[in-house]
């Protein structure tokens, strides 16, 4: 992993960190969701004309992951719903890159080496931490806690099926056009089977974050597919994580989440893996 590419993924990370809060500060996550998915669509159309096709190759792992985004947001949204902010972003979130390596090296024959191995595995528990610290002084609500983790393992799964499908496609930007267009239907299709004519005083309080989180959801995932063309998928995975950092700092400042020593720790740890990751880029 370059600097380049790694400047690239710390970025994409504060960018999804900033849209999952967007969307965590829509009480009915039904319409932040619909609204993020919706102008995710509008934006993959705008974008379509002017990037290359995917080659077709691709469309199997575009069809594949859309199906697996669906799945990632309803069980977002029951995350967001059942969990605070802070406690459920960095077990969905954290809980991904251990599975990522795993799944990588099964079907993209990547089996990291040892600093990269090295570096994964101390951001995982720099991230674990974040997590664990979400969880002090209270007993553990296991329906939140099952739903970020089936979350983390939607998450797993499409950063593979992403990984595989970009690097077959010959386009980053043409296969994040088209994913966002694919993946997006769905929730809005929900939302206006489900609100029939009330669709729109529903939607219209909230368009402007909605539409800003759209944006920032875009351009993150956007990042991370580039970089998955120029990295292996396991660093990328974990590095991207670090966003759950962000999403903690988040929490405390404008959702009143405590941040403390033992987040700091953990963000310490998460610095130190990236810096073995960034060695064995070197290397």
């Keep these: 992993m370059t600097p380049l590419v790694a400047a690239a993924v710390l970025l994409a990370a504060v960018t999804h960190a900033g849209w999952n809060a967007l969307a965590h500060r829509i009480e009915d996550k039904l319409v932040g969701f619909t609204l993020i998915a919706g102008g995710g669509v509008l934006l ?6 002017f990037v290359a096709l995917p080659s077709a190759g691709a469309w199997p792992y575009l069809l594949a992951s859309a199906a697996v985004h669906v799945a990632y947001m309803m069980l ?9 902010f802070g406690q459920a972003y960095p077990i969905a979130r954290g809980s991904a890159p251990l599975v990522v390596t795993v799944l990588a090296a099964v079907f993209a024959h990547e089996v990291p080496d040892g ?3 090295s570096g994964v595995a101390l951001s995982c528990a720099g991230l674990t931490g974040v997590a664990l610290w979400g969880l002090r002084g209270r007993r553990p609500d296991w329906a939140a806690i099952g739903a970020a983790l089936a979350t983390g393992v939607a998450i797993a799964v499409y950063t593979v099926v992403d990984g595989l ?3 077959a496609s010959g386009t980053s930007l043409g296969y994040i056009a088209w994913l966002m267009t694919l993946q997006g239907v769905a929730i809005p299709a929900y939302a206006l089977y489900r609100w029939r004519g009330g669709t729109l005083a529903r939607l219209r309080p909230h368009a402007a974050v909605g539409f800003l989180g759209a944006a920032l959801s875009v351009a993150a995932y956007g990042l991370v597919l580039w970089a998955q063309t120029r990295a292996a998928l396991a660093p990328v995975a974990a590095l991207r994580e670090s966003s759950i950092i962000v999403g903690a700092a988040i929490g405390a400042v404008f959702f009143k989440e405590r941040f403390g020593a033992p987040r700091i720790a953990a963000a310490g740890l998460l610095v130190v893996g990236i810096g073995l990751m960034l060695h064995a880029g070197a290397g």
């Design 44 to 49: 993959g159309l705008a974008m379509a004309p």
């Design 76 to 84: 977002l949204m029951r995350s967001f719903k059942l969990g605070d």
């Design 115 to 117: 600093w990269a191995a």
């Design 165 to 167: 499908g970009v690097r």
